[in-house]
């Protein structure tokens, strides 16, 4: 649940669901790496909504990207930056660095709170393989409620699933599965090298690693839990 700060001064949005209506995607620009700046930029579209999180909002002024919201305990954005967005009317939350939230956690439930169905989260990784963890582990509850949630770096998507993923890729390309759940029960690949069905997949036994896709096209679904799919492109070794 979003904290009262937050709720107290949510602004309203009403992204449609109709059928054949594209749903509004909600972009969250986190503060970890950003090495390849097409690859990010080019997953932002007009009319997205985006929150900046703390330093993302550093990539977002060098990307020439307008934040929506700004959120964070400010603890690693340049203060010129700062300034930046406070001109240009960002929507700015500041939380203190002594909190029982991440600055991830916080947009994502800023994101919940506003109507988000589709969300993507950049930046999410980088030198902190713990604060990378962090973040992973964040969209597991929101995904739980029936938000689509993708992680986007270079080479790779990862997709938190808790019922089906429709995967679109190439001949070849590698898919890994993680457990985000300690038993992830009916789990089924179909149009894999290893095809699998009605498997469980446990956290402590990571075997569903270096699949590959048999064609453009593959399905994963699973009955209870919530399984990460990191999906990397072709020419990727094992």
């Keep these: 649940m979003l904290p009262q700060h937050l709720r107290k001064e949510a602004k309203t949005t009403s992204p449609c669901f109709r059928l054949g209506v594209k749903i509004m995607k909600w972009v969250i620009l986190a503060g970890g790496e950003y090495s390849d700046v097409m690859v990010f930029t080019s997953e932002v579209e007009p009319g997205d909504k985006i929150i900046a999180v703390d330093s993302g909002a550093n990539f977002a002024f060098r990307a020439g990207i307008q934040p929506d919201y700004l959120v964070g305990d400010m603890d690693s954005i340049d203060p010129q930056v700062l300034d930046y967005m406070r001109a240009r009317g960002v929507d700015i939350r500041v939380f203190p660095p002594e909190k029982d939230f991440t600055d991830t956690q916080l947009a994502l439930a800023l994101a919940e709170e506003m109507g988000a169905k589709s969300l993507i989260i950049m930046g999410w990784c980088g030198d902190r393989f713990d604060h990378s963890l962090a973040n992973l582990y964040s969209g597991i509850g929101i995904v739980q409620r029936g938000v689509r949630v ?41 149009g894999f090298a290893y095809p699998l069905h009605d498997a469980i997949l446990k956290y402590d036994n990571p075997y569903a690693v270096s699949n590959r896709m048999l064609e453009s096209r593959a399905k994963v679904s699973i009955r209870r839990g919530v399984v990460a799919v990191f999906h990397y492109e072709s020419g990727i070794s094992r």
């Design 150 to 190: 993708t992680y986007i770096s270079p080479g790779c998507r990862v997709y938190l699933v808790n019922r089906e993923l429709q995967l679109a890729g190439k001949e070849g390309d590698l898919v890994s599965l993680l457990a985000l759940s300690p038993a992830v029960e009916g789990v089924s690949l179909e």
